[in-house]
């Protein structure tokens, strides 16, 4: 497959060169579908929010592979690789990091939390307070953390994967909307069918197949992929297209807040990177309408607001909102 990433001066890249980063796409998505059986759509959309520098939240039931996946994506990537499963007792400084006295030393130093890496899994996010929810924000939103005053910038690439169960199920707090809105994607991975099912029977039964899965891309090579992402070429008329989906969730009688300036950047990047995954240099409206509900859903919040339940009804009307935009030729 060949296409052109960049158009001016020497930004523009070989075909060559173009063609060997979606065979590395390919090689990603393939190693991972290894042993996330059945949810191949789910493995690419995690794909687009990784190259696209972003992060994703996988909300379902307990059991259908919501960690797995993240492990799978971690494992696929060398770098370093923390999971963090969140309680009600988790403290902001288990995850950050802290100052303690070195005695030795006579001085405090900085011990850095598990939040320093290039792929952390924050595996049931919802399960603890939102204090010390809030403690990702800054991490997700800057790249960067504050200990004791200090500003310490975190590694490259890095991307949060998190995982929660419905707000429903007992023990869960539900994650404010600035929180919600550094995610690119909401996620539900459901269950697999019944053909996936079976060989999952199979394929367990010596253990555990994702601590065999080696990686396929390194640091440097994922950063070189992000980097061309932003190459892939928006036409004016997409532009406009995602300003009119934007503009009729901020106009829409059922909702009570419309999606953020931060959402209209989310939805425009994912296109691209959705598009670079899929082999193109440029968006077409399919690549935006297609992950209008993963990327806005969750940044909006409808009249009647009710703790759960509301989910399913809010993709609706997001899917319907979209209907009603023209889409441009």
């Given amino acids: 497959?060949?296409?052109?990433?960049?158009?001016?001066?020497?930004?523009?890249?070989?075909?060559?060169?173009?063609?060997?980063?979606?065979?590395?796409?390919?090689?990603?998505e393939a190693n991972i579908n290894r042993v996330v059986l059945g949810k191949a759509k789910v493995v690419r959309m995690c794909v687009v929010a990784l190259l696209a520098g972003e992060?994703?939240?996988?909300?379902d039931v307990?059991?259908?592979?919501?960690?797995?996946?993240?492990k799978a994506l971690a494992r696929s990537v060398t770098g370093s690789f923390h999971r963090i499963q969140f309680t009600p007792d988790l403290m902001p400084a288990d995850i950050t990091g802290s100052s303690v006295f070195d005695p030795r030393e006579q001085r405090f130093v900085v011990v850095r939390g598990p939040i320093f890496a290039n792929i952390?899994?924050?595996?049931?996010?919802?399960?603890?307070?939102?204090?010390?929810?809030?403690?990702?924000l800054e991490a997700m939103a800057e790249r960067q953390v504050s200990i004791d005053g200090?500003?310490?910038p975190l590694p490259e690439p890095f991307m949060v994967i998190a995982t929660q169960n419905p707000l429903e199920f007992e023990g869960t707090?539900?994650?404010?909307?600035?929180?919600?809105?550094?995610?690119?994607?909401?996620?539900?991975?459901?269950?697999?069918?019944?053909?996936s099912e079976r060989a999952l029977l199979e394929a367990h039964r010596y253990g555990q197949p994702v601590q065999q899965l080696e990686p396929v891309l390194d640091c440097q090579q994922v950063l070189e992929l992000q980097r061309a992402v932003r190459d892939v070429h928006v036409e004016p008329a997409i532009e406009e297209y995602i300003l009119d989906i934007v503009a009729a969730t901020r106009g829409c009688s059922d909702l009570h807040v419309g999606v953020s300036v931060r959402g209209t950047l989310a939805l425009y990047r994912a296109s691209q990177a959705l598009a670079f995954v899929e082999g193109r240099d440029y968006v077409v409206p399919d690549d935006v309408?297609?992950?209008?509900?993963?990327?806005?859903?969750?940044?909006?919040?409808?009249?009647?607001?009710?703790?759960?339940?509301?989910?399913?009804?809010?993709e609706a009307l997001?899917?319907?909102?979209?209907d009603q935009v023209p889409v441009p030729a």
């Fill in 1 to 28: 497959m060949q296409f052109l990433v960049g158009r001016q001066g020497n930004r523009h890249m070989e075909v060559q060169t173009a063609s060997q980063m979606n065979v590395l796409i390919g090689l990603l």
């Fill in 55 to 59: 992060h994703v939240l996988l909300e």
């Fill in 150 to 152: 200090q500003t310490m």
């Fill in 289 to 314: 309408k297609s992950l209008t509900v993963p990327v806005l859903a969750h940044r909006v919040i409808p009249r009647g607001y009710l703790q759960g339940g509301q989910r399913a009804a809010v």
């Fill in 318 to 322: 997001i899917s319907r909102i979209v």
């Fill in 173 to 195: 707090y539900p994650l404010p909307e600035s929180q919600l809105d550094r995610f690119l994607f909401r996620i539900s991975v459901g269950y697999p069918d019944r053909e």
């Fill in 62 to 70: 307990p059991g259908v592979g919501k960690t797995l996946i993240g």
């Fill in 120 to 136: 952390v899994l924050a595996d049931e996010i919802n399960r603890t307070t939102p204090r010390t929810q809030s403690a990702l």
